[in-house]
């Protein structure tokens, strides 16, 4: 069985006239980074509902290392292995003081006393936020905020971080500082993630990309995989990486450039082509 | 404006800012009691008073005029009492007379009584919120609170509900100035008009941010469920507040106090 | 109507230790006809600076100028509501300020406090600016603004800014949170809008590629002061300088700094069809000279 299973999910909010998601088919490996991606109500959010049981399937199953996430009896032992990191950073803090909110998942899991305050020092630095440790949230930037938000999951310990597009509200300095740090967490302590998000920039750092449309999941594929379907995604309402999109239009215009996706690789290429005059 | 949540706190590493917030919570009940017991016109009593809020102010390295400024928040009360005081006061000796007004020296005594009275309570409070984070505060009375877990009190809710609202209040304060600026840039007038047409005009501000307070209960909500929040039950706790000898010191200090303004009272039968 | 500011400059909370000054001497003209973006960190001083130009903040003593068109910002006398209705001013997550029983009531809002219109005229102009910012009027005027979507949410609070029909637009981050889209469509809702009764566009923008793409004009902020203003062909070239500001540079702003660091020149105007332009005419020219 793999770390994540989702077999033939389906999900309908209350009074919903259709199905927020049809039929989700879904495996992650341990230690994994999958972005999913998909056009605003396309339901990649409700999956990362799911996942964490935020929400229960009205059909299928859903098994997180063998807890099934659609049983509400075994929730708090999902729950202890999955994080869920939010897009809002003012509405997922508890506390007023960054140690403080830290503390609070490991308080609700019941962790002694003397073991909370060397996991506020683990997920704290794991974060690079240590120095801030009695600050006042509110006066910190909103990806200090998330980071912090980070931290306070990463206390509870958990076997995978959901991220719901927990970068949507930051500015480019904050997207950074947040991806840096999944990125590290995912590649130092092998941390499986699941980015939900739209910037096709962070697409680029998952191993596997899921497409989302209406509820389906429709493409699946390495980044360069999924961003040489360029019609495709467009038909999915979703756009290619600006490097992608300038590769393609050189392409067209009869260089030879392969399928290239970040703006570093396009640019050793460049160099390669367009030798000195 | 988001250093609402700092209320007055005056950041330092003091003596009494390194007391356990529940005793400075216990004083400062104390303390007002306190000055409630000094009977009428025993001015020796607030000396006494004034002399402990000194004591307590040079210890905890705030500026005295930061405790003085406390005052000037109950300035007009503090006023509006002693006026009322002085002018409806009939008793004792009249000093002066003009049409409904007696100003008598009995009332004068009173209305410098009240007005000392408040002023010490306040200036007394004044120095738990000035060495006491609002945090700090509520996990004091949470603590303070626990014995009425026995009457189903819910303590534990009680304290989450205080901590999550001082967390939000910048947050909201931040929100409330957005929302005014975007009102205002659509021509919004909140300055003018008579007091029913300013209470209409603050709809287009209290109804977004009811709608946004909401969505962010939701979200909260969401996020607290997911880092394993299920209440109080099998919830440990990270902050342990625990007494040391600065809070026994404060103490002995406190019951002296009190001790002195008793034998203040009993021993001068005259006021003085 | 042109903006023009002088030694503008403004602090937070004078006086006390929290002092924040947030413009520090900026002198800056916008003129008519601009699709001007204005670029910077976070606390760089850009929302302070754009939230003047309707006297949402006003400038400090100290400050030389402030002008938009006939209107003299500094004088006591300056008469701000007719200012805010030329100078349209949409913020940050624009739908959390609905707050009206419907949709026509929300748009009509701004309209009625500025001029005084009969009941068919205001319906027609709530009309028209609900059309024009892509939604069916029949179909939304009578439902709450609570209940549409995100992006309709958003469409609808633009319709209540340019109802006025302002001639200035300020838009602060439009489109954040916006799918890709939804980001698209944005931005040809600005290029319509800038073509009609909207003279200058000035947008507040993280985004360089969208910068690049659609602005004739950008300033760049950083710590209170204006950095730069010019036109994005020159800006990107400084891609070095823009990246130790810790700012994002455009993707062809990147390549093109590459390629001049491997000697080769491309002189464009940063936006994408034309980088690839230029790039292929320098392409297929080293192949002809092999």
């Known amino acids: 069985m793999s770390f994540i299973e989702a077999k033939e999910v389906y999900y309908r909010y209350p009074q919903a006239e259709k199905d927020a998601l049809c039929g989700v088919d879904l495996t992650v490996e341990k230690g994994e980074y999958v972005a999913v991606i998909g056009h605003n109500g396309s339901g990649k959010s409700t999956l990362a509902r799911l996942l964490n049981g935020l929400l229960q399937p009205t059909k299928g199953e859903i098994f997180v290392d063998g807890i099934s996430a659609a049983d509400k009896k075994t929730l708090f032992e999902l729950r202890k292995r999955v994080g869920v990191v939010f897009q809002n950073p003012d509405n997922q803090l508890v506390a007023s003081i960054v140690e403080d909110d830290v503390a609070f998942g490991p308080e609700n899991i019941g962790v002694p006393r003397k073991e909370i305050g060397e996991r506020i020092d683990f997920a704290l630095s794991a974060v690079g936020m240590q120095e801030y440790r009695k600050s006042m949230a509110s006066r910190l930037s909103g990806g200090q905020k998330q980071r912090v938000a980070i931290a306070g999951v990463l206390a509870i310990r958990p076997e995978v971080l959901i991220l719901d597009e927990s970068t949507a509200m930051l500015d480019p300095r904050g997207r950074r500082e947040v991806t840096d740090v999944v990125k590290k967490l995912n590649r130092e302590n092998g941390m499986t993630v699941l980015a939900v998000t739209h910037y096709m920039d962070e697409v680029c750092e998952a191993d596997r990309v899921l497409v989302l449309s209406d509820g389906k999941i429709v493409m699946s594929g390495t980044p360069a995989e999924i961003f040489s379907r360029e019609e495709e995604l467009e038909k999915y309402e979703l756009d290619v990486p600006v490097p992608a999109r300038i590769a393609a239009m050189l392409r067209a215009g009869g260089m030879e450039i392969g399928r290239i996706y970040t703006k570093e690789e396009l640019g050793d290429e460049l160099c390669r082509l367009l030798p000195k005059i | ?272 | 109507m042109q903006i023009v500011a002088e030694n503008l400059s403004h602090v937070y909370s004078p006086k006390s230790k929290f002092a924040v000054s947030a413009l520090k001497n900026v002198s800056l003209t916008i003129d008519e006809g601009e699709f001007f973006g204005i670029i910077g960190h976070t606390g760089s001083g850009k929302s302070t600076f754009i939230q003047h130009l309707n006297g949402l903040i006003k400038a400090d003593k100290g400050s030389k100028k402030l002008t938009v068109g006939e209107f003299d910002l500094l004088d006591k006398k300056c008469d701000f509501k007719k200012l805010r209705s030329k100078v349209g001013m949409v913020f940050q997550y624009p739908e959390y300020q609905l707050f009206a029983d419907t949709v026509a009531e929300d748009v009509a809002f701004g309209l009625k406090n500025f001029e005084r219109l009969s009941e068919e005229e205001t319906a027609a102009r709530v009309r028209e600016a609900i059309e024009t910012v892509g939604l069916s009027y029949e179909e939304v005027k009578e439902k709450s603004p609570f209940d549409l979507s995100g992006g309709q949410k958003r469409r609808v609070a633009i319709a209540g800014v340019i109802v006025t029909k302002p001639e200035i637009l300020v838009l602060d981050e439009p489109v954040a949170g916006l799918d890709p889209k939804g980001k698209k469509e944005f931005f040809a809702l600005l290029h319509a809008l800038h073509g009609g009764f909207v003279k200058t566009v000035v947008i507040v923008s993280h985004d360089m590629d969208n910068v690049a793409e659609h602005c004739t004009k950008a300033a760049v902020f950083e710590n209170g002061e204006v950095w730069k203003v010019a036109p994005p062909k020159e800006l990107f070239k400084e891609a070095e300088t823009l990246a130790e500001m810790g700012l994002d540079v455009p993707v062809t702003g990147y390549l093109a700094a590459r390629l001049a660091a491997n000697g080769v020149k491309i002189d464009t105007d940063f936006t994408e069809r034309d980088f690839a332009r230029k790039v292929l005419e320098t392409y297929r020219r080293a192949e002809e000279g092999r």
């Open chain 2, 1 to 272: 404006m988001k250093d609402v949540a700092f209320g007055q706190y005056y950041p330092a590493r003091s003596f009494v800012h390194r007391m356990d917030p529940r005793f400075k919570i216990v004083l400062s009940i104390a303390y007002i009691v306190a000055v409630f017991l000094v009977r009428e016109f025993h001015f020796l009593g607030f000396a006494a008073a004034f002399a402990f809020i000194v004591i307590a102010t040079a210890v905890s390295r705030v500026p005295f005029f930061k405790v003085l400024k406390s005052v000037k928040g109950i300035l007009f009360f503090v006023i509006f009492s002693s006026v009322l005081q002085v002018l409806f006061n009939r008793e004792g000796t009249v000093l002066a007379e003009w049409w409904v007004i007696v100003i008598t020296d009995v009332g004068l005594l009173r209305a410098a009584f009240i007005t000392l009275r408040i002023m010490l309570v306040v200036m007394g409070t004044a120095i738990l919120t000035l060495t006491t984070t609002p945090v700090e505060i509520a996990d004091g009375l949470e603590s303070l609170l626990t014995p009425l877990k026995w009457i189903k009190f819910p303590v534990h809710e009680f304290a989450l509900i205080m901590s999550i609202a001082l967390r939000f209040i910048p947050t909201l304060m931040d929100e409330t100035e957005r929302i005014i600026n975007a009102q205002k840039a659509r021509g919004a007038d909140f300055e003018s008009g008579n007091l029913f047409k300013r209470i209409r005009a603050l709809i287009p501000i209290l109804i977004p941010l009811l709608v946004s307070s909401f969505r962010r209960a939701d979200e909260l909500g969401d996020a607290m469920d997911a880092r394993c929040y299920s209440g109080a039950k099998g919830r440990t706790k990270y902050k342990k507040m625990r007494p040391t000898y600065r809070d026994f010191i404060a103490l002995a200090l406190m019951a002296g106090l009190i001790a002195g303004i008793v034998l203040l009272n009993g021993v001068l039968g005259v006021p003085v």
